[in-house]
């Protein structure tokens, strides 16, 4: 890869210190290009474990547009309609405060699929909202006119990076559009946030994509993940599904494991989230040793079916039928 390394370096700065919501930093389409082929795929990935996760729950797209709003080069969108051929989604409708960003989405929608109608700004009739890295940039005016947007879709897809702070903003939207609509994921409830009870003011909903196998043998992705510093194998996310139709009543104790389990000697403490709120509970290893190694190489999903006694895990499995490719559900038994 031929980029502009310090332009990338210089965004990635942006965004670390928290200054990209000052104004439009596209300062080109070079800087877009090279946006596009690096931190846009890191975030498409992060958009690969959501769907992969709305697979398991049964979630398709409703009818309607595509909404992709702060879509930079739009990966959001274009990762959307890829994930959903069947869905017959034909127009997508774009925006940013950036015109050359927007122009780029535009070309590269365009050529990725030339059957979709493109247009700008909100569309006319029932839309999927999509929102990609954005919450961060917005000063709070700008996120309020956000939220009485989003509160006109049909369905919001909403991924953000998996820091506290993001996933505070989303929390945040969460109890506002919850009057509206039902949380599809990772919420498996729809009753206030667990994480806004007493007890876990240090607690934030973040999950972990897996990369693809070609960032630890691609010379370009090696290079890429030296130059700007970045721990290639992380990719942590904060998300919120939500949607008007009423979403599959969750299997019985079913939980949502949030962020990393901490790990003791023969057994690992979880976060789990559920109706009931965020408890800690514990896994002990002989429970279920080969899904226990499982789970410590970072191979399980986030969605899990539980039995309890006191806050000992007792059984457990993976809900949702059938596993997306490259995954086994649910873990065999030694
Ligand atoms: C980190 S980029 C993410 C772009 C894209 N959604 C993605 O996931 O790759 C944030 C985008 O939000 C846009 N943005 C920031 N503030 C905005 C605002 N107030 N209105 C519209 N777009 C905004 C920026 O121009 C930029 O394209």
Known sequence: ??????????????????????????????????YDVTFARRIAWKWHHVFRDLARLGWTPPAGAVYDWGCGTGVAVRE?????????????????????????????????????????????????????????ELPEAALAELLKLASRAAAILWVEPGTSLASAKLVKAREILKAVFHPVAPCLHRHGCGLLAAGHEHDWCHFFATPPPEVYTDRDWRQFGKIMGIDLRSLPLSYLVLDRRVPAEPVPGAVRILGKHRLYKGHALLDACDATGVNERRFTKRTAPAYFRAMTKGKTNTLQQWTLEGNEITSLTEPGGSAPPGETLPYPEE
């Open 1 to 34: 890869m031929e980029y502009d390394w310090s332009s990338l370096d210089e965004l990635r700065t942006t965004y670390l210190e928290g200054t990209a919501g000052k104004g439009d930093y596209w300062a080109s389409d070079e800087l877009l290009r090279g």
């Open 80 to 136: 959307f309609l890829t994930a959903y051929p069947e869905a017959g989604l034909k127009a997508v409708a774009l925006h940013d405060r950036s015109r050359r960003a927007v122009n780029f989405a535009v070309s590269a929608v365009r050529r990725e699929f030339p059957d979709v109608t493109i247009t700008t700004g909100e569309p006319e009739g029932p839309f999927t909202l999509l929102i990609s890295h954005v919450v961060t």
